[in-house]
């Protein structure tokens, strides 16, 4: 049992020292209540350490995104964001380590293409505006000073396109966040609406979240 502890302990290193403890004494005291004291008779009760402790880190930033929720205290949308994308990446794991049904599996594929897709997508778009604007930017504003001094109008005319694409990028980086946390968002709802209906639950793991 001890080993089967330990094996869990191990993998939950994305927890405070205190949650750690918190979820090692727990199933410690539930595992010695049920008499059960071998490594394979835990994982007969509990499942192997590591589709336990993926559930366990799922918990945890099911509630941290839920207590985040409910602050008066507004978040940073990068901040909020990264929050989503780490809750729907936990929540992906727990249920690819967790044994489910066909239908489930195929739901947990569809939402992890749904999560790389986005991701590579918000990338790739980041990308391109920020490497075309800037650039038309960075032209107009040198083209602008180099000919502002024997034509003022056309450097005048050049120097507000620079500006006003730099301008524009930045207004685009704004909205392309702000579009990006809400897609975030979106995937971390459905994968707490996944998670909480289909993933099985022991005894201990059901009287841990009472």
Sequence with gaps: MNDYI?????????????EQQEVVEYYREYLLDAG???????????????SLARKVLADY???????ATDQTQPRSTVQATKESVRTVWLIIL??????????ILIVVLALFMAFAAVIFSLAV???????????????????????????????????????F?????????LILKWIGSKIAWALSW???KIYNRFIPRSRAERGRKQ
Excluded at 61 to 67: G, P, V
Aim: charged share 10%; net charge positive.
């Design 6 to 18: 330990r094996a869990v302990q191990k993998l939950l290193g994305q927890l405070t020292t205190a």
């Design 36 to 50: 059960i004291g071998t490594y394979e008779q835990a994982v007969d009760e509990l499942g192997t350490p590591r």
């Design 61 to 67: 930033s099911i509630k941290l995104s839920e207590q």
């Design 94 to 103: 727990a249920l690819l380590s967790t044994p489910v049904t066909i239908p």
């Design 125 to 163: 778009a980041a990308l391109a505006v920020f490497l075309s604007v800037i650039m038309i930017g960075a032209m107009g504003i040198f083209v602008g000073f180099t000919t502002i001094w024997t034509t003022p109008w056309t450097g005048t005319f050049y120097l507000g396109i620079g500006l």
């Design 165 to 173: 694409a730099l301008g524009a990028s930045w207004i685009g980086w």
């Design 190 to 192: 459905a994968a707490k």
